[in-house]
């Protein structure tokens, strides 16, 4: 059965940086798109990255454009989210996600519905 788990996720200052994971098991990375979404409180899920089937293409969302790069480790089976000058705006639960299609993320990261295996979510808070 395939699973996703997000980890990596904890309190951050301002300025900061936290690395996220995203480990695939039950199946090998190597078919899917992996995009990063994220909810804050009383918000709706909004798409932060995602990474193409083979690495090729990854795009971001225009906040965290120049801070956050994700990467993945086919061998590993794992998707990281480097982030790096964090901002109290980034605080909300961090979710991964497998696209549906080959397809997904070779222009834009798309909305949630072309994504289909979650994983649980890690919380990423960004307070002094």
């Known amino acids: 059965q395939l699973q996703l788990v997000e980890s990596g996720g904890g309190l951050a200052q301002p300025g900061g940086s936290l690395r996220l994971s995203c480990a695939l098991s039950g199946y090998t990375l190597n078919f899917y798109a992996i995009g990063w979404f994220r909810q804050a409180p009383g918000k709706e899920r909004e798409g932060v990255s995602c990474i193409s089937v083979r690495g090729g293409s990854t795009n971001y969302a225009d906040s965290v454009k120049g801070r956050f790069t994700i990467s993945r480790d086919n061998a590993w089976n794992t998707v990281y989210l480097q982030m790096n000058s964090l901002k109290p705006e980034d605080t909300a639960v961090y979710y991964c996600?497998?696209?549906?299609?080959?397809?997904?993320?070779?222009?834009?990261?798309?909305?949630?519905?072309?994504?289909?295996?979650w994983g649980q979510g890690t919380q990423v808070t960004v307070s002094s």
């Open positions: 996600a497998t696209g549906l299609s080959g397809n997904v993320c070779s222009s834009a990261i798309g909305p949630p519905g072309v994504y289909g295996f």
